[in-house]
Nanobody, 116 residues
Framework: QVQLVESGGGLVQPGGSLRLSCATS????????MKWYRQVPGEERELVAS????????NYAGFVKGRFTVSRDNAKNTAYLQMNSLKPEDTAMYYC?????????WGQGTQVTVSS
């Protein structure tokens, strides 16, 4: 079955960096685009970044442009989100997502907390 496992979250000071990973299994990773979302309690989940199956097409939400970088390693079936210049408002649970034949799959999420 499709499995997505996020890791790499934690507590970081403003201006710091974190690298999130999304390890996947159960589907052909190299054939599918991947997305990163984040969610704050009480708010809707919002799209952070997306990357095509080849990595050649990448898009970012306006609030992370220039600070976050999404990438993938098709040999390792893993997607990444490098987050630099973190701000307190980036505090959220971060999820990776894949859509396969109109079904959405999510990981359990990894918590990112930006605080001094």
């Amino acid at each position: 079955q499709v499995q997505l496992v996020e890791s790499g979250g934690g507590l970081v000071q403003p201006g710091g960096s974190l690298r999130l990973s999304c390890a996947t299994s159960g589907f052909l990773f190299s054939a599918n685009g991947m997305k990163w979302y984040r969610q704050v309690p009480g708010e809707e989940r919002e799209l952070v970044a997306s990357i095509s199956n080849t990595g050649l097409s990448i898009n970012y939400a306006g609030f992370v442009k220039g600070r976050f970088t999404v990438s993938r390693d098709n040999a390792k079936n893993t997607a990444y989100l490098q987050m630099n210049s973190l701000k307190p408002e980036d505090t959220a649970m971060y999820y990776c997502n894949v859509a396969i034949r109109r079904a959405n799959y999510w990981g359990q999420g990894t918590q990112v907390t930006v605080s001094s």
